[in-house]
C-alpha cells in the first residue's frame, strides 16, 4: 500500500498557516484519528521559519518535565519551580525557535506549558497546537485564551469525495461505484479508521481488485472504531514486538541506537506496519491510540518487567538533570536500591520542574533513610500539594533538626502556612510568627519573616497591627525588597478604606517590577486588583486581574488564578448588574476554591454568590451559600465582613426586606467596630437599600466617612440626597454610579429619587396607605406611645400596634423617627 497523501485538508492547513501570523497561537481539536496531527505536520512544513515539534503524551509529562521543550536542562541550585521557570523562559529567548508544535496539548505537563505560554506571550515563539476531543482541559489553552491571542480550528470528517480520492490514490487505481461511500460511512470520514479498514480488508481479501477495479466484500466482523482497530493491531503483534511497544509507551521515545542490538528487526516490522514513526533518530508510537491500548494490559510485574529492561537499555546513556529524574521514578517503581543523596537530589530537581508527586515519594524516601534535610523541600510539596497535615509534619522535622537559621525560617513558616490553610488564620499563626521573628539575627531573614507576619495579621483581622508590621517594608526599599509585604499592607489598608494610598503606592511598584514574574510579584497584581474593585475602578481591576493571571501561572500557582480570576469579574459583573455572568463566574470561583491558598478564603465568592443568587431570585441557592460563607468566615477574619451582606439579600429574597435590613445594618456595626470599614459601607448601603429611613441613611454616611474611592462618594452623595430631599446630591451621586459603570445602582438611584420627588406632592407611597394606617402613623411621627394612640383612636393597643407595623413597611420605615419624614403627607391625607 502506497503512502497516504494529504487530501481534503489543504483550505485548512493553509487557513491554519495564515492565522498564526496574526496570532500567538493557534488550536487544531477533534476526535481521535481525524487527522489533527497530520494537518498540523503539513503546517509545520510550509511555515517559513524554523518549527520545535514537542509531543505531550503524559508518559512524556510523567517522566521529562522541562526536558521536553530544551535539548539541554539547566542544572538546579534551589527548589522554586517558578524561579527555574524563568531561567529556562530566558534562556529560550535567546536562542528559540519561530513556531513550536505541540501535539496533544492536553497532556503536557504544568512546568513546560508554563514554559510554552510565557515565551508565546513575550512574542519568543508562535505555538501550533493539537488536542482531541474529550481529552484533559489544558491550562495553557485556558491562559492563551483569557488573551484573546488563540484561535481554534476544529478539523471536520472527511467527505465521500475526498475519501473516494484517498482510496483512489492509496489502491493505486479506481474503486468500484458507491465503494467510497460505504468506507466513508463506515469509517465516518475519519482517517486513521478508514486507514484501518483498508488494512483490516486487504489483510483478509474482502478488499479486492477485480478486472483493475477495487471492490469490497463488506464483511459484519469488521470492527468499526478507531480504539477497537488499533486494540486489533496490537493483539496480532508477536511476543517481541509487542515488547518493544511496551517499552515505547513507558518511555515515550528511545534512540534507535539502544535498540539496533535486541529490538531491530521488530522496529523494522512496526516502522512498515504504520505503528512507529522515526524522528531525529527516536523512535516513538504513531498515535496515541496505541499507547492507551497497550497501557491496558501494562500493569503489575509485567511493568516491573518492562521497566527494569528499560533501566539497562537507556540507564547509561541517561546523563542530564532532568533524565536522572526519570531513571530515578524507574527504579523506585522497579523497587531497586537507591543512595540516600540520590534521593535528595532528586527531590531537588522533582520540586524544579513542579513534579510533587515525585517529590513527596522522594522526599519521604530521603526522610526515612535518614536524610533530614530532606524535610524542608518535602513539607514545600506537601504543601503545594495540599497536603496540610502531612506539611505541618514535615516543617516540624524541619525545624528541629535545622542547622542553619535560614532552613529554621522557611520551615517555620511553611508550618504555619499549611496550618493556617487548614485551620484558619488567629492568633496561633500570628504568634509563632512573632516568636519566629524575636530569634532572627540575619535582616534578610527578618524581612521575610516579617512580611509573613503582616500577611497572617491581615488574614486575621488584625488590620491596625498589620499596617503597622508591614507598612515601612511595603513603602520603602527596592521594589523587590517591598513586594512581599504587600500582601499585609495592601490587605490590611484595603479593608481599612484607603484604597487611593493603597492604588498609588502598587501602582508604582507595578511599573518599577516591570515584567518581572514570581509569586510576590503576582500578588502584588492580585491585591492592587483587590483594591481597584473596592475603590470603584472596575477597568483598573479587570488589567490588574489579568496581569496577575500571567504572572501566577508563571509562579506556578495556577488554580489560585483561576480562583481569582472568577472571582474578580464575577463581583465586578455583578456591581455593574450582570447577573447571569456574575452568578456563572462566581460559582466557578467556589467550584474551584479547593486549592490550599484559595481554600481559607473561600468565604469571600462565596457570599457574593450568594448575592448574585438573591438577584436571580433563587432564594434556596442564596440561602444555603450565605450559610456557607458563614461556616467558613472563621478561617479568613478579613473576608468575614461580607458575610452579613449575603445574609442579608438571602433574607430579602425570600421575602424580608426588614429583617434583610436589620442582618444588614448589624453587619456594618460590626464590621466598622473591626475597622473592616469598606465591608461596613456595603452593609450599610444595602441596609439602606432594603428599607431607605433616616437611620439606614445615616449609617450609610457614618461608614462612608471613614472609606475613600468612587463607590463612598456614590454613596455619601446617595445618603445626602435622601436625607435632605437634596436633588444636587442626586446628580453627584448619578455620575459617580456612571463613572464606576454600576448600572444596578444607577437605576436604584432613580427610583429612589422618584420616590422622594413623589412625596413631595402628595407621595403615592403615602397613598398606599389605609385611612386607619395613616392616623396611626401621623400620630406616632408626633411622638405618640402605642397606649396613647389607641386610647385617642379607641382601638386596641394590639390593632395599633398592627397598623404601625403596616405603615411603617409600606414607607420603608426601619425607626419610629424615620415617620417624621413624612408628617405633612400624613396630615395631608387626614
Same mark, same amino acid.
Given at each position: ?245 511496551? *517499552? ?150 524541619? $525545624? ?56 497572617? *495579621? ?104 483561576? $480562583? ?267
Amino acid at each position: 500500500m502506497r503512502d497516504w497523501p494529504f487530501i481534503g485538508r489543504d483550505h485548512l492547513a493553509a487557513v491554519v498557516a495564515g492565522s498564526l501570523t496574526g496570532h500567538k497561537a493557534v488550536l487544531l481539536e477533534g476526535v481521535a484519528g481525524i487527522g489533527k496531527t497530520t494537518v498540523a505536520d503539513h503546517v509545520a512544513r510550509g511555515l517559513d521559519g524554523s518549527v520545535a515539534k514537542v509531543r505531550a503524551n503524559h508518559t512524556f509529562s510523567a517522566y521529562d518535565g522541562i526536558g521536553l521543550l530544551r535539548s539541554e536542562t539547566l542544572e538546579v541550585s534551589s527548589f522554586d519551580p517558578a524561579g527555574f521557570v524563568h531561567a529556562v523562559v530566558q534562556r529560550w529567548a535567546q536562542d528559540s525557535p519561530e513556531f513550536v508544535w505541540v501535539d496533544d496539548v492536553g497532556q503536557l505537563d504544568e512546568a513546560s506549558a508554563v514554559v510554552l505560554f510565557h515565551v508565546a506571550m513575550n512574542g519568543s515563539s508562535r505555538l501550533l497546537l493539537t488536542t482531541r476531543v474529550g481529552s484533559p482541559p489544558s491550562e495553557l489553552v485556558k491562559q492563551l485564551e483569557t488573551t484573546g491571542e488563540l484561535v481554534r480550528f476544529e478539523v471536520q470528517p472527511l467527505s465521500v469525495e475526498d475519501c473516494s480520492a484517498l482510496l483512489n490514490s492509496v489502491l493505486g487505481g479506481p474503486t468500484a461505484s458507491g465503494l467510497a461511500s460505504q468506507v466513508c460511512s463506515r469509517a465516518q470520514g475519519n482517517p486513521l479508521v478508514i486507514r484501518e479498514l483498508v488494512r483490516a480488508a486487504l489483510a483478509d481479501r474482502s478488499l479486492s481488485s477485480v478486472s483493475g477495479v477495487w471492490q469490497w466484500s463488506e464483511s459484519s466482523t469488521v470492527l468499526r472504531t478507531a480504539a477497537e482497530l488499533t486494540a486489533q493491531r496490537l493483539g496480532s503483534l508477536l511476543a517481541p514486538s509487542r515488547r518493544l511497544v511496551d *517499552l515505547l509507551v513507558l518511555a515515550g521515545e528511545l534512540p534507535t541506537s539502544v535498540l539496533a542490538v535486541g529490538y531491530s528487526r521488530q522496529l523494522q516490522d512496526l516502522v512498515d506496519a504504520d505503528m512507529v514513526i522515526i524522528e531525529n533518530e527516536s523512535a516513538h508510537l504513531a498515535h496515541p491510540l496505541f499507547i492507551e491500548a497497550a497501557r491496558l494490559n501494562l500493569h503489575g510485574d509485567l511493568r516491573v518487567d518492562r521497566i527494569s529492561e528499560l533501566i539497562s537499555l537507556v540507564g547509561p546513556i541517561m546523563a542530564g538533570p532532568a533524565q536522572q529524574l526519570r531513571m530515578l521514578r524507574w527504579r523506585r517503581e522497579a523497587k531497586q536500591k537507591i543512595e540516600p543523596s540520590e534521593l535528595v537530589r532528586g527531590l531537588h530537581l522533582a520540586m524544579a520542574v513542579f513534579d510533587t508527586a515525585t517529590a513527596i515519594d522522594l522526599g519521604n524516601a530521603a526522610v526515612e533513610a535518614g536524610r533530614t534535610e530532606a524535610a524542608l523541600p518535602l513539607a514545600m510539596a506537601l504543601l503545594y500539594d495540599g497536603q496540610l497535615e502531612e506539611a505541618s509534619l514535615a516543617s516540624k522535622l524541619a $525545624v528541629e533538626q535545622a542547622s542553619d537559621e535560614a532552613t529554621r525560617a522557611f520551615a517555620s513558616v511553611s508550618g504555619s502556612l499549611a496550618r493556617g490553610y487548614q485551620y484558619g488564620f488567629g492568633s496561633s499563626i500570628t504568634d509563632a510568627h512573632t516568636e519566629l521573628l524575636s530569634s532572627m539575627t540575619d535582616p534578610a531573614l527578618s524581612a521575610f519573616v516579617r512580611s509573613e507576619l503582616g500577611s497572617a *495579621l491581615a488574614f486575621s483581622g488584625q488590620l491596625l497591627e498589620a499596617v503597622e508590621v508591614s507598612s515601612e517594608g511595603a513603602t520603602s526599599g527596592q521594589w523587590w525588597e517591598r513586594v512581599p509585604f504587600v500582601p499585609g499592607w495592601a490587605g490590611a489598608m484595603t479593608a481599612l478604606g484607603r484604597t487611593d494610598e493603597v492604588l498609588q503606592t502598587l501602582g508604582q511598584l507595578v511599573e518599577e517590577a516591570g515584567h518581572s514574574g514570581g509569586r510576590s510579584v503576582a500578588w502584588l497584581h492580585a491585591f492592587r486588583s483587590s483594591a481597584a474593585l473596592l475603590h470603584g475602578d472596575l477597568s483598573l481591576a479587570q488589567t490588574a486581574i489579568e496581569s496577575f493571571d500571567e504572572c501566577a501561572y508563571m509562579a506556578m500557582v495556577p488554580g489560585v488564578a483561576a $480562583v481569582l480570576h472568577s472571582e474578580t469579574r464575577g463581583i465586578a459583573a455583578l456591581w455593574k448588574g450582570e447577573i447571569d455572568a456574575a452568578r456563572a463566574l462566581l460559582t466557578e470561583a467556589v467550584a474551584r476554591s479547593d486549592v490550599p491558598e484559595s481554600e481559607f478564603r473561600r468565604v469571600v465568592p462565596t457570599s457574593f454568590l450568594a448575592i448574585a443568587c438573591a438577584l436571580d431570585d433563587d432564594a434556596q441557592a442564596a440561602a444555603r451559600y450565605a450559610a456557607e460563607a458563614e461556616e467558613s468566615a472563621s478561617k479568613f477574619a478579613l473576608g468575614a465582613g461580607w458575610v452579613a451582606l449575603a445574609q442579608s439579600w438571602a433574607q430579602a429574597c425570600a421575602g424580608d426586606k426588614t429583617g434583610a435590613s436589620r442582618t444588614a445594618e448589624r453587619g456594618a456595626q460590626w464590621a466598622i467596630e473591626r475597622n473592616q470599614f469598606h465591608a461596613a459601607l456595603w452593609c450599610a448601603f444595602d441596609a439602606w437599600r432594603f428599607v431607605p429611613s433616616s437611620r439606614t441613611a445615616k449609617l450609610v454616611s457614618t461608614a462612608a466617612s471613614h472609606a475613600d474611592g468612587r463607590w463612598s462618594a456614590a454613596f455619601t452623595a446617595t445618603a445626602k440626597g435622601w436625607l435632605g430631599n437634596d436633588l444636587s446630591a442626586w446628580d453627584a451621586a448619578a455620575e459617580w454610579f456612571t463613572s464606576i459603570g454600576a448600572a444596578a445602582h444607577l437605576d436604584l438611584l432613580k427610583q429612589r429619587r422618584a420616590e422622594l420627588l413623589g412625596s413631595a406632592n402628595g407621595d403615592l407611597v403615602v397613598g398606599s396607605l389605609t385611612r386607619r394606617e395613616s392616623e396611626v402613623a401621623l400620630l406616632a411621627a408626633s411622638g405618640a406611645r402605642n397606649r396613647e394612640i389607641a386610647d385617642r383612636l379607641q382601638i386596641s393597643v394590639r390593632t395599633a400596634e398592627t397598623h404601625l407595623h403596616r405603615a411603617m413597611g409600606k414607607l420603608g420605615c426601619a425607626a419610629r423617627e424615620d415617620l417624621a419624614m413624612y408628617q405633612a403627607e400624613l396630615a395631608a391625607r387626614i
